[in-house]
Antibody
Framework: QVQLVESGGGVVQPGGSLRLSCSAS????????MHWLRQAPGKEPQWVAF????????YYANSVQGRFTISRDNSKNTLDLQMNSLRVEDTAVYFC????????????WGQGALVTVSA | QSALTQPRSVSGSPGQSVTISCTGT?????????VSWYRQHPGKAPKLMIY???KRPSGVPDRFSGSKSGNTASLTISGLQADDEADYYC???????????FGTGTEVTVL
């Protein structure tokens, strides 16, 4: 079965950086696009970024464009999110998710990693 | 891009049906047949329940059904069960610039 496990969450000061990772198993990782989403406390989920199966395309939400970078390593079945210039409003649980078939849905989600941006 | 509008809460007794609405615009819900619904229990990750407006992933019971009319999508849960008590979010594809927008979320309570 599909398993997605996020790691790398923690507490960071405003302006700081953090790198999240997502380890994938149970499916052919190299053939699926992958997403990062986040959910602030008590709020709805928010889509953050997408990377195509072969890294040929990457898309970002306006709120993180220029600060966050999504990447993947198909040889290691891992997905990463490099987060720079973090802001208090970036505080959330971050989820990695596998694209569905068809692609416009989030078929499977990890358990999430908490990122807290606070002075 | 504003979040899609959902009722804050709905409730029903076991065995009854409830319907959750999700209202957007012609740029999201009304413009694409790419509405999905997610169930989220407290402290857990969201789970896909409906995709492409009305399709169910493997393993999701047929008690869950979806529909759309104009800029409003709906999720109906029939034969309400205790485990259905959770938060439900709709989500719509919104084009190449916004990509995806979620609903404000609805808390379903089983009385």
């Amino acid at each position: 079965q599909v398993q997605l496990v996020e790691s790398g969450g923690g507490v960071v000061q405003p302006g700081g950086s953090l790198r999240l990772s997502c380890s994938a198993s149970g499916f052919t990782f190299s053939t699926y696009g992958m997403h990062w989403l986040r959910q602030a406390p008590g709020k709805e989920p928010q889509w953050v970024a997408f990377i195509r199966y072969d890294s040929s395309d990457k898309y970002y939400a306006n709120s993180v464009q220029g600060r966050f970078t999504i990447s993947r390593d198909n040889s290691k079945n891992t997905l990463d999110l490099q987060m720079n210039s973090l802001r208090v409003e970036d505080t959330a649980v971050y989820f990695c998710a596998k694209e569905g078939t068809p692609v416009t849905n989030f078929a499977s989600w990890g358990q999430g990693a908490l990122v807290t941006v606070s002075a | 891009q504003s979040a899609l509008t959902q009722p804050r809460s709905v409730s029903g007794s076991p065995g009854q049906s409830v319907t959750i609405s999700c209202t957007g615009t012609s740029s999201d819900v009304g413009g694409y047949n790419s509405v999905s619904w997610y169930r989220q229990h407290p402290g857990k990750a969201p789970k896909l329940m409906i995709y492409d407006v009305s399709k169910r992933p493997s393993g999701v019971p047929d008690r869950f059904s979806g529909s759309k009319s104009g800029n409003t999508a709906s999720l109906t849960i029939s034969g309400l069960q205790a485990d259905d008590e959770a938060d439900y979010y709709c989500c719509s594809y919104a084009g190449r610039y916004t990509h995806y927008v979620f609903g404000t979320g609805t808390e379903v309570t089983v009385l």
